[in-house]
């Protein structure tokens, strides 16, 4: 049970229709970073998104976002483990990122452009799972709804249509 008056619609949907001055601005953080310009593909984005709420306990945005990832998928999501381990210490805490961090995923094949996305991609994630979890939003239990969202949002991004 969310813990202010929501309207009954899951995670951060729910929270998004209860506040459309925020929803705005969320959801063109999340167009840019998920789909803007960047040397990650949509699904490495997609992944790095899951990877960070699932380490978060955030199971709205890490079933959404894996979901989304496996609809997006082009096999890019191989070889980015550097820049997962970057991910998880900024989820953590980003002053724990270190040269050695950012000198594997170089030794990877990312360049700095990758390496800045991934950082802001796990930070605003984790602000986005504290916002979805700080409020107790819904979480369903239906795989297929999380099926039914990625496939949603995979085919038509995340700004409101």
Do not use: W
Request: hydrophobic share 40%; aromatic share 4%; proline share 8%.
């Amino acid at each position: 049970m969310p813990h202010i008056d929501l309207p009954p619609l899951p995670g951060l949907v729910g929270l998004l229709a209860a506040r459309p001055d925020v929803a705005a601005p969320l959801t063109e953080l999340a167009e840019t970073l998920l789909r803007g310009p960047s040397p990650l593909t949509p699904a490495q984005r997609e992944t790095i998104a899951a990877h960070v709420s699932r380490g978060n306990g955030c199971e709205f945005c890490a079933r959404t976002h894996g979901a989304v990832a496996g609809e997006l998928d082009d096999g890019a999501e191989r070889g980015l483990e550097p820049l997962l381990a970057i991910a998880e210490k900024v989820r953590v805490d980003g002053r724990s990122v270190t040269d050695e961090d950012v000198a594997r995923a170089r030794a990877a094949g990312a360049d700095d452009a990758a390496i800045h996305d991934t950082v802001l991609i796990a930070a605003a994630f984790s602000m986005f799972n504290r916002y979805v979890d700080g409020l107790a939003t819904t979480v369903p239990s239906d795989p297929a709804h999380y099926g039914r969202h990625g496939r949603a949002l995979a085919e038509n991004g995340y700004r409101p249509r």
